[in-house]
């Protein structure tokens, strides 16, 4: 079987077995290879808790610039958010932050999501995605001069 991988654009890779052809991002590919490291040597790749590196994410945010946050709200998938705030529920100061940026009627639609959606928690393999999402686009915001941390 041949197995190339090569970058087509700037985070998006182009995955090639034989004659079938991927397109994976950036965060795609980092999964897939913690996912072969762990399968050949079970063990050998320690992991955070998605809980910790919410935790992490959220106290990195409370530092935010007011213009920086609303741009990351803005540009954030909806759910990632939502699973970010959820799994940082117990922590008002980051909940009051992210809500104190956003518009009304947006904060209203996040609270019923985040009590109806995920009323059960979020599952952690979702969460791993979601931080993982955030911290890329954080990243993101900070190069382009949108988001201050001021820490």
Known sequence: ?????????????????????LTLDKGQIKNLLLQCVQALAPGSVGTVDPEVQAARLAEKLKH??????????????????????????????????VFQNMSERKQTMFKEDMEFKFHD?????????????LN???ARLKNDGSLELDQ
Do not use: R
């Open 136 to 138: 890329e686009l954080v």
């Open 64 to 97: 935010a610039n007011p213009p920086g946050m609303q741009k990351l709200i803005m540009s954030a998938n909806e759910d990632d958010i939502l699973m970010f705030l959820k799994s940082c529920e117990e922590d008002q100061e980051i909940i009051d932050w």
């Open 121 to 133: 928690g979020v599952p952690s393999d979702d969460l791993i995605d979601a931080i993982e999402n």
């Open 1 to 21: 079987m041949k197995i190339s991988v090569k970058q087509t654009k700037k985070g998006v890779f182009s995955l090639t077995f034989d004659d079938v052809v």
